[in-house]
Nanobody
Framework: QLQLVESGGGLVQPGGSLRLSCAAS????????IGWFRQAPGKEREGVSC????????NSADSVKGRFTISRDNAKSTVYLEMNSLKPEDTAVYYC???????????????????WGQGTQVTVSS
């Protein structure tokens, strides 16, 4: 059974950077495309970015394009989310989850993903 664990969150000033990690265990990660999601207080969870099983295709929400980069290292069973030029509105709990196909879905809907991690808190504040 696939299990995902996020790490790397923290407190950062506006304009700063963080790298989140999503570590997998139980099943080879390269069976799955992986998505990152986030949920801010009082808001619904939203899709941030997704990467295909072999890493050759990604898609991202408009709100993070040009600032966030998703990547993966299947040998390390880990997916990363590099976040630059962080803004206060990026503050949220960030989750990773698996999609049971090699390619990312055209829409980053929660219902397309499973095996959710516990989340890692990212706070952008001065």
């Amino acid at each position: 059974q696939l299990q995902l664990v996020e790490s790397g969150g923290g407190l950062v000033q506006p304009g700063g950077s963080l790298r989140l990690s999503c570590a997998a265990s139980g099943v080879p990660l390269d069976y799955y495309s992986i998505g990152w999601f986030r949920q801010a207080p009082g808001k619904e969870r939203e899709g941030v970015s997704c990467i295909s099983s072999n890493g050759d295709s990604t898609n991202s929400a408009d709100s993070v394009k040009g600032r966030f980069t998703i990547s993966r290292d299947n040998a390390k069973s880990t997916v990363y989310l590099e976040m630059n030029s962080l803004k206060p509105e990026d503050t949220a709990v960030y989750y990773c989850a698996a999609h049971g196909f090699s390619g990312c879905p055209s829409s980053l809907r929660e219902s397309y993903f499973a095996a959710w991690g516990q989340g890692t808190q990212v706070t952008v504040s001065s």
